[in-house]
């Protein structure tokens, strides 16, 4: 599955930095955010932020880098096909 990365400013009152991830349709399924390096839980992950469809999860989970973001996210969306 092909996914695309936008980078895009996101308004979490802590953080900006954040990425929109586009299906192969262009049809925004998620946006990541990438924690302060000061977080105390998770310094420097990316963060789901917000998910749609398959990828709207109840627990919200953090990411080493893009790439483990991006695996995740793709096994959600295949369980769909």
């Known amino acids: ?9 996101v308004a979490t009152g802590f953080e900006e930095d954040g990425m929109m991830v586009l299906d192969e349709e262009q049809r925004l399924v998620a ?3 990438r924690l302060s390096d000061e ?3 998770a310094p420097g ?4 932020e917000a ?5 709207d999860a109840t627990n919200h ?3 080493a880098d893009l790439d ?6 793709g096994r ?3 369980k769909r096909r």
């Open 1 to 9: 599955m092909s996914l695309a990365l936008q980078p895009i400013r």
């Open 76 to 78: 959600r969306l295949a």
């Open 61 to 63: 989970p953090d990411f």
């Open 39 to 41: 977080n105390e839980v």
């Open 45 to 48: 992950q990316w963060y789901l």
């Open 31 to 33: 946006v990541l955010v």
């Open 68 to 73: 483990a973001a991006r695996e995740w996210i």
């Open 51 to 55: 998910g749609f469809g398959e990828i």
